[in-house]
């Protein structure tokens, strides 16, 4: 009968540390950057410098893509009130898109300046390799095919 109860006991301790750190998440978008950063040092054999790089750059757009979110909820709060109404504010739903256009092409300036900064430290080797692969995730992926 004691065995039983500490089987139960156990066992119970077990599901009380699951159901706890169940809500302990990591952030999917930042486990898939990592997952790709860790296959891309694999991969390409990156040095020390090019993989911390590749870290900063995670961080930067995970930040800047928080930001943006917060910015894009608020934004739907206000097309949602736009729409509630008997007629809508072309010239209010006009001044929030130049509001965000400017914030979505100085993403692309990031990403951009990012990419050129990374592909210069990279060896023709790295490069090759790098080609490579892209190459195989273009056979597997319709939107990236010609």
């Known amino acids: 009968m004691k065995k039983k109860q500490e089987v139960v006991a156990i066992v119970a301790i077990f599901l009380a540390v699951l159901v706890l750190f169940s809500g302990c ?14 296959y891309l040092a694999d991969e390409l054999e990156l040095t020390p410098a090019q993989k911390e790089m590749l870290e900063e750059f995670k961080e930067e757009m995970l930040e800047r893509r928080d930001t943006m979110r917060s910015a894009r909820r608020l934004q739907m709060e206000e097309v949602m009130t736009e729409i509630k109404k008997d007629a809508i504010n072309k ?16 993403m692309a300036m990031f990403i951009i300046s990012s990419l050129v900064d990374f592909h210069s430290t990279l060896t ?6 790098l080609i490579d692969k892209l190459e195989k995730l273009k056979k597997w992926h319709s939107y990236m095919q010609d």
Do not use: G
Request: glycine letters at 0%; a positive charge; hydrophobic letters at 20%.
């Open 25 to 38: 998440r990591q952030d999917p978008q930042a486990h898939k950057a990592d997952k790709l950063i860790n």
């Open 91 to 106: 010239d209010r739903l006009m001044e929030m898109y130049n509001e965000t256009k400017p914030k979505i092409d100085n």
């Open 124 to 129: 023709p080797e790295q490069r090759t390799k």
